[in-house]
């Protein structure tokens, strides 16, 4: 059975060699056959799942041996892979997910002439995710880790004749270098601590190594998780991530790849309980990039921006869970599936809508579409039920259980932590339903462009509209399934670990403090967007609304201290090397050249001259000989 | 005696260097392919030398031994190691795609411009395959004499490569090429002689205290502790040596000659300078510095890897700020020897492996992407990065090569430089903890300049002047391809490589008497 | 008196020889100066030949005027045939071996 | 002469090893040895060659006077007869052919060489005198066996036995010398010399010079060549006199002797005549 863990991988990479090198004659198959290895890999993970429910305890977990990767005296890499059952939810997630948004952009890239690179390129993010979650050790997973780092830098530059486009893919590769840095940091001090990098002997023998140690190892992993999932102080590139496709925005800038944060910190869950500084580090990164992705997302009308925004916040609720240890660990993977499900669903849906809306991506032009495309008002309609928490649907569960957990943190933490959450909560509720306002309500606000061709809103074909449907069943009844009987709980509890924390209040108050919220950002929304018309230019707004509109200053913040600071000292450190390090060198051949030109005078011909220096030389001897005597 | 198998490799390109220079200029074409096949044939040499080499056996293989100048005990002493091996089969795989990769680059130049002289094409090749001769003998060298006169020698087919093909795209016109290109050669020869001259005086130097030129007497004798230096002269021999391979790696701040030979050099010619040539230096640091001086080579650790440390992040830096090209693949190849150097001196088996590791992998992706660089800059004729701009949408291929190369060098896991360039961290983190963390910040400003590089030139809008630009021809493709399998192939699956490598690195360490720092934890399995 | 004071004669007049030939310009008398410096010369030996108590200073002395003979002869035949070509006894006019 | 027998006298004085020598010679010593550094030193100062020269002869003469005084008297002798007789001679033939011009100014052309070679000088004197000095020579051995046969015999005997082969090779350097200078003063003649008529023909070619040139020494009271001819116009005419006398700077200045010479020729014959003023005048 192990054996099929690598046909997991094999199937989408071997889609990704043959559709990237197999050139033009594949363009009319490119996609049914990129499809088409994604499903079998899917499959596949479906059949091991099946096969896995077959087993029970430590029986669950498969391990594959594949070769030595890298065998140096004292250091040993290896191509193996583990399945268990976090990795098989992530197999799950990343096949399931990732077939539909292969279906799906069958028909979204139809109009694309390089559709072909583009399945091919989806089908490398696959097998580098699949790398990344199966591998059994670190390295490994860093190979994964920079592999989904380089599919997701292909497919934002996708469109690469767009200079923005090009830009947002080096500025993501470039801050996930940040992290991948801490990554293979944290590598590292793992082989000096235990010799070792592979999950089992490390996170079996954290027992015994230095508590700083430990903390430095998790930090440096948390440096990685916040590179990849884009939290703060890295989550500046997720906004511009936005400039690729809207199936990539779905698939990795949503469902998979920027939660691979949260796994690596589920994954290494050992290392954080034993690093409870560290763990807090993590806790507060979590906290502060749900606000600031909440209060982003509020502010813009850039539809997929706004969406950009909400990952943001929602990977902070998985961070934060994931922070507060055992027990917060299920949940955080709970939510993170959950949100697989409803981001993706609502990110399919705007992509809908900006196909029917010739690529418009500004809320303010759209309004009352409801009427124009049902399906996707639908399916994103339950998307948006999910995201804030609408009781019964996925997200509810989830986001009430991490909160829950974050008020169980106990003392001032736990309080604070839990307040937090509240507000998270309520913020999402506010800037969701702002966009479903802007998008679906109200008045239709597009006037025809410069060139006079007015969209004509109109219902996407089936072959997008199947997977979002599929998407929002996923997102109204998963949570559901999930948590009747703690279910999600008992099935990762023998990986993660889990007990259960008590908060200082009921569950059914946390409960009802979240429906609180939740009804008071749909009012606010409401009332600011809802009843009175929504001007089509964005009114200049508050201070913090302008912030918000610039991601909080923090790329200002970027652009003025690390792209001009660096610009200024690469053209000084050019210039030292041509003047100084250089210069020396010429330097010293140009005095010699000026040396040799000043002896040449004395060559001047006179015989006289030249039985001058005889005679002085003679003299000299002499001189010597006569020392030599005296000494 | 058995057949000269190390000889052979040497003497085959030699023979076949005066056998290209023979060709009458009249057929031209003739030479190119006389050079090619033999190069093939050296390749092939190349292999037996791999087979035939126990990875498990001696120290040194394949030995030959003849009197030379029997009066200075000089020997004509030829011998293998792992690290040997794995150097000579990376400069015979090489040179076949140099060549072909220089196909047109010795062509005369009517064509471009009809009052251009004349050039020898013939010379071109014979030329590329002396520098091969030279180079393979000095990997297989193990009398310090030899090595010396190959170590220099080696300089004058390399001065007339840069000085007398230069590249044919030059922005300031013929003129100012001209003479840039004399620049440039007279500086790398200039430079490389001074070194050579202190390492000449440290050979006699050696000569006097040891009283043999063979290294592997000389290492016996102190070994056996029947010959001991005082310390300063250890170290005084040392520097002598280690300067001039200093220059030749290039090390932070000897460096300054690399940008100018391979900016005016041919693409193919900067590949043999930066993949062949300069490994020679970094070769000779591990067999030569380390085996002979091992306690001044411990001595001399900090400040090497200072400067290492140094070449690493300003190579990267610069290499950012350049606006050529190739003179950023040059100061990128400059951070990269940082790496080389820093693994070496870090005196981990990590890390030498690594080091040795990176010294091929290092050699495969500069050539990959300079190469292909150079395959863009015949197209466009211009080698300034400005001058270019949505490449990718005319040459899809010439650009996705173009980024496998970038990707290479920026090492990305998958793509063997990920392997060396990671075992050398490791390497020196584990020793040197603080050198390790700084070095890794190499890592970023690779991706720096290389996606900046790929982003200036392929994608964007079409300039005009690239439009109509031609996709890589079948020459072209058959020149890289092999490369990024060669590139995927070892990046995946590096065994065989660290196979040859590993026991000849435990040879090394236990020259300098050092083992590896044990891990706190004794992990649990 | 002691034969030494000849010696520091013989060098006085051996500098001043010198002197001359560096400071004239006619080749003659620089010529002349030579010999100067070659009776100089010889005055040592003569001096030396007799604080020693032998006569072989003398017979170098001897050969020394017999040299002498004949580097004047050659000399001075140079000098005429100089002059001839180029009008000018003077050392400094045969510059040539300026590059 | 009288030199001669003063030495002698110091000579028969020497006895095998003294420290001093007779005061005889000391007094010798010190008035030649100044006459022969001053004229060292005039040799090297002399503006005309030939004052150098005939200073450097009187060097020689005084060193000849020292040889002698030491004993080496068959030196002495060929110092005179070979050295001053001899070279000299031929310094001063080859000044005569050459040196009319020779007259060169002491001024120096070379920036720095004077003092340079007035430093060399000195520095080198001052070692080679410190040389000297330093070697202890407190004590010699005179010349007292060794000239018993008679000096000349006895540099013979060293000449034929121990010296021979120098002595041969000083006859080959003698020959080679004079084939040598034979050789380079040697002028083949390559044209055929010119007849009269032919010179003729070539001077009225060359038109320069028509008459023959005008001979010197008009109102000469004597056989004088060195008497410019005056022309119609009382100017004294350069081509009259020699070359040679020219550049020597031998000419006799004619014009203000000359009027004043006819000035007084007139008054006498005014007196003897005596015709009045007016008349001489008309």
């Given at each position: 059975m192990e054996n099929l863990i690598a046909l997991l991988i094999a199937a989408p990479l071997l889609g990704a060699a043959v559709l990237l090198c197999?050139?033009?004659?594949?363009?009319?198959?490119g996609h049914w056959l990129g499809t088409l290895l994604a499903a079998v890999s899917f499959v596949v993970g479906v059949v091991l799942f099946s096969d896995m429910l077959g087993k029970s305890g430590d029986g669950r977990t498969l391990h594959q041996h594949l070769f030595s990767w890298i065998p140096v005296e004292g250091f040993q890499a290896d191509i193996a892979f583990q399945l268990d059952q976090l990795s098989m939810t992530f197999v799950l997630l990343i096949t399931g997910v990732g077939t539909l948004i292969h279906i799906y952009s069958i028909g979204y890239m139809?109009?694309?002439?390089?559709r072909r690179r583009f399945f091919g390129y989806l089908n490398l993010f696959l097998a580098a995710m699949l790398l990344l979650v199966l591998a059994d050790n670190y390295l490994l997973l860093y190979m994964g880790w920079e592999g989904v780092g380089l599919a997701s830098y292909l497919l934002i530059g996708f469109?690469?004749?767009?200079p923005s486009a090009a830009t947002a893919a080096k500025k993501a590769f470039l801050v996930n270098r940040v992290g991948d840095m801490g990554l293979s940091i944290a590598i590292m001090l793992m082989f000096t601590t235990f010799g070792t990098f592979a999950f089992g002997p490390v996170l079996g023998s954290t027992?015994?190594?230095?508590e700083g140690k430990l903390t430095a190892i998790g930090l440096m992993l948390l440096l990685a998780a916040c590179g990849k999932s884009a939290q703060?102080?890295?989550?500046?590139?997720l906004g511009d991530a936005m400039e690729g496709p809207t199936p990539v925005s779905a698939l990795?800038?949503?469902?998979t790849m920027v939660t691979a944060g949260v796994y690596l910190i589920t994954r290494s869950g050992a290392i954080f309980n034993a690093a409870p500084d560290a763990q807090l580090v993590v806790v507060v990164v979590g906290a502060v990039t749900l606000l600031f992705g909440a209060i982003v997302g509020c502010a813009k009308d850039d539809i997929k921006k706004a969406l950009a925004g909400s990952t943001m916040s929602q990977i902070g609720y998985m961070i934060l869970a994931a922070g507060l240890g055992p027990i917060g660990y299920v949940f955080a993977i709970m939510h993170l599936v959950t949100h697989g499900f409803f981001k993706a669903g609502l990110f399919l849906g705007a992509g809908s809508v900006m196909h029917g809306m010739?690529?418009?991506?500004?809320?303010?032009?759209?309004?009352?579409l409801r009427k124009y495309m049902p399906v996707t008002f639908v399916t994103f309609g339950l998307g948006y039920l999910a995201i804030i928490g609408f009781?019964?649907?996925s997200g509810f569960f989830s986001k009430d259980k991490i909160i829950e957990a974050a008020f169980a943190k106990g003392g001032t933490e736990g309080w604070i932590l839990g307040a937090v959450t509240l507000l998270g909560a309520a913020i999402t509720a506010f800037y969701m339903t702002r966009v479903m306002l802007l998008t679906f309500f109200g008045e239709k606000r597009w006037q025809p462009d410069e060139k006079g061709n007015a969209p004509h809103p109109h219902e996407s074909p089936r072959s997008m509209t199947i997977p979002m449907i599929l998407l929002a069943v996923g997102s109204v009844f998963a949570g559901g399934f999930f948590s009747i009987g703690d279910r999600f709980v008992h099935w990762l509890e023998p990986v993660t670990g889990y007990h259960h924390g008590e908060a200082p209040v009921s569950a059914a108050t946390v409960t009802g403090a979240t429906m609180v919220v939740l009804v008071l950002g749909v009012a606010l929304a409401w009332l600011m967007y809802g009843r009175k018309p929504v001007p089509v230019t964005a009114p200049r707004g508050s201070l913090l609304t302008r912030a918000a509109r610039r991601d909080l200053l923090q790329d200002d913040f970027n652009h003025v201290v690390l792209v001009r600071g660096g610009e200024h000292l690469t053209r000084s450190l050019v210039y030292v090397d041509h003047t100084l390090v250089d210069g020396v060198v010429n330097g010293t051949a140009a005095s010699f050249g000026g040396l040799s030109g000043r002896l040449r005078k004395?060559?001047?011909?006179y015989a006289r001259t030249y039985a001058v220096s005889m005679f002085g030389g003679t003299a000299v001897l002499i001189a010597a000989t006569l020392l030599m005597r005296a000494v | 005696m058995s057949f000269p198998l190390l000889t052979a490799t040497a003497v085959l390109p030699a023979v076949g260097a005066i056998a290209t220079a023979a060709?009458?200029?009249?057929?031209r074409s003739a030479a190119k392919w006389l050079a090619l096949l033999f190069s093939l044939a050296t390749l092939v040499l190349a292999a037996v030398v791999v087979v035939r080499f126990?990875?498990?056996?001696?120290?040194?293989?394949?030995t030959e031994s003849h009197a030379w100048i029997s009066d200075f005990g000089v020997r004509y002493e030829l011998g293998v190691d792992g690290i040997g091996v794995a150097l000579l089969a990376l400069t015979a795989l090489l040179i076949p795609f140099v060549i072909l990769a220089g196909w047109?680059?010795?062509?005369?130049?009517e064509d471009v411009n009809p009052n251009r002289r004349w050039r020898p094409t013939q010379g071109f090749f014979a030329l590329i395959l002396m520098v091969e001769a030279m180079v393979i003998l000095s990997f297989e060298a193990t009398d310090v004499f030899l090595f010396y006169i190959l170590f220099e020698a080696m300089l004058i087919p390399m001065y007339f490569l840069i000085g007398g093909f230069?590249?044919?795209?030059?922005?300031?016109g013929d003129e100012a090429a001209a003479t840039q290109r004399s620049y440039a050669a007279v500086k790398f020869l200039l430079y490389n002689l001074v070194g050579g001259l202190i390492m000449l005086a440290a050979v006699i130097g050696l000569y006097v205290v040891?009283?043999?030129?063979?290294l592997s007497e000389i290492a016996e004798a102190r070994a056996s502790g029947s010959l001991s230096m005082a310390t300063s002269t250890e170290r005084w021999l040392f520097l002598g040596f280690f300067f001039a391979f200093a220059v030749k790696a290039p090390l932070w701040p000897l460096h300054t000659w690399l940008p100018n030979a391979m900016g005016e050099s041919t693409a193919p010619v900067a590949v043999l300078i930066t993949?062949?040539?300069?490994?020679v230096g970094t070769f000779a640091m591990l067999r030569f510095c380390l085996q002979l001086f091992p306690e001044a080579s411990k001595w001399a650790t900090p400040v090497i890897l200072v400067l290492a440390l140094i070449s690493i992040v300003y190579g990267a830096l610069l290499a950012v700020g350049q606006r050529d090209m190739k003179r950023l693949i040059a100061y990128a190849s400059i951070s990269h020897f940082g790496f080389i150097i820093m693994g070496i001196f870090a005196m981990t088996s990590q890390g030498q492996s690594g080091a040795t590791l990176y010294m091929v992998n290092h050699g495969i992706s500069t050539a990959a992407l300079m190469l292909v660089a150079g395959f863009l800059i015949t197209r466009?004729?211009?080698?300034?990065?400005?001058?270019?701009?949505?490449?990718q949408k005319v040459a899809p291929v010439l650009a996705g090569t173009f980024l496998v190369g970038g990707l290479a060098t920026l090492s990305l896991?998958?793509?063997?430089?990920f392997v060396s360039e990671f075992l050398v961290l490791v390497g020196t983190f584990s020793r040197y903890p603080v050198v390790g963390i700084i070095a890794t910040i190499g890592i970023v400003l690779a991706a720096l300049y290389v996606l900046v590089l790929y982003q200036r030139t392929m994608t964007g809008p079409v300039k005009a002047e690239v439009k109509g630009m031609p996709d890589l021809k079948v020459r072209e493709l058959v020149v890289v391809a092999p490369l990024i399998a060669l590139l995927l192939f070892l990046g995946v699956y590096p065994k065989p490589l660290t196979e040859i490598v590993n026991p000849a690195v435990e040879h090394t360490m236990s020259d300098v008497q050092q083992t590896d720092p044990k891990p706190e934890v004794e992990a649990a399995p | 008196m002691n034969p030494v004071y000849y010696l520091y004669l013989a060098s006085l007049l051996f500098t001043i020889g010198a002197a001359g030939v560096l400071i004239r310009r006619n080749a003659i008398v620089v010529f002349m100066c030579v010999e100067l410096m070659l009776n100089a010369c010889n005055l040592a030996f003569v001096t030396f030949s007799r604080l020693h108590g032998n006569l072989d200073g003398q017979i170098i002395a001897f050969f020394t005027m017999v040299v002498a003979a004949a580097e004047v002869v050659v000399g001075l035949a140079i000098i005429v045939s100089v002059f001839r070509s180029r009008h000018s006894a003077s050392v400094d006019d045969a510059s040539l071996m300026k590059l | 002469m009288s030199t001669l027998a003063a030495s002698a006298g110091s000579l028969a004085s020497?006895?095998?090893?003294?420290s001093a020598t007779s005061t005889g010679e000391a007094i010798q010593f010190w008035i030649l040895g100044t006459v022969a550094v001053v004229g060292a030193l005039c040799t090297i100062l002399m503006k005309k060659a030939v004052h150098s020269a005939l200073s450097l002869a009187g060097t020689m003469i005084v060193l000849a006077v020292f040889y002698l005084a030491n004993g080496a008297y068959f030196l002495g002798v060929v110092q005179i007869i070979?050295?001053?007789?001899a070279i000299m001679m031929l310094f001063l033939f080859v000044v005569m052919l050459v040196g009319?011009?020779?007259?060169?100014?002491?001024?120096?052309?070379?920036?720095g060489q004077r003092w340079l070679a007035a430093l060399c000088g000195v520095g080198f004197g001052v070692l080679l005198i410190a040389g000297i000095g330093n070697a202890s020579l407190n004590s010699f051995t005179g010349l007292g066996q060794a000239n018993a046969g008679g000096n000349v015999e006895g540099l013979a005997a060293l000449l034929f036995t121990k010296y021979v082969f120098a002595f041969e090779i000083t006859g080959a350097l003698l020959i080679t010398a004079s084939v040598g200078a034979m050789l380079l003063t040697h002028r083949e003649r390559t044209e055929r010399a010119m007849t009269q008529r032919e010179m003729a023909e070539e001077r009225v070619r060359k038109?320069?010079?028509?008459?023959?040139l005008p001979a010197p020494g008009?109102?000469?009271?004597?056989?004088?060549?060195?008497i410019a001819g005056l022309l119609p116009d009382g100017t004294a005419s350069?081509?009259?006199?020699n070359k040679t006398l020219k550049a020597r700077g031998q000419?006799?200045?004619v014009s203000n002797e000359a009027i004043a010479d006819l000035k007084a020729l007139e008054r006498r014959s005014a007196e003897r005549l005596g015709r009045d003023e007016e008349e001489v005048n008309s």
């Open positions: 197999g050139g033009r004659r594949l363009d009319r198959v139809e109009h694309d002439e390089r469109w690469q004749h767009k027992g015994d190594a230095t703060v102080p890295l989550q500046s590139w990795i800038h949503a469902a010739n690529d418009e991506v500004d809320m303010r032009k759209y309004g009352g009781p019964g649907l004395l060559q001047n011909g | 060709v009458p200029a009249a057929r126990e990875p498990g056996g001696a120290r040194y293989q394949l047109h680059d010795a062509d005369p130049l230069g590249d044919r795209a030059h922005a300031g040891a009283g043999s030129f063979s993949a062949v040539v300069d490994k466009r004729g211009s080698r300034l990065i400005a001058d270019y701009g949505g490449v896991p998958g793509l063997s430089p | - | 020497v006895t095998s090893a003294a070979v050295y001053t007789g009319v011009t020779a007259a060169d100014s002491l001024k120096e052309t070379l920036k038109g320069t010079q028509l008459p023959p008009v109102y000469a009271r004597h056989n004088a060549v060195d350069e081509l009259t006199v000419i006799r200045d």
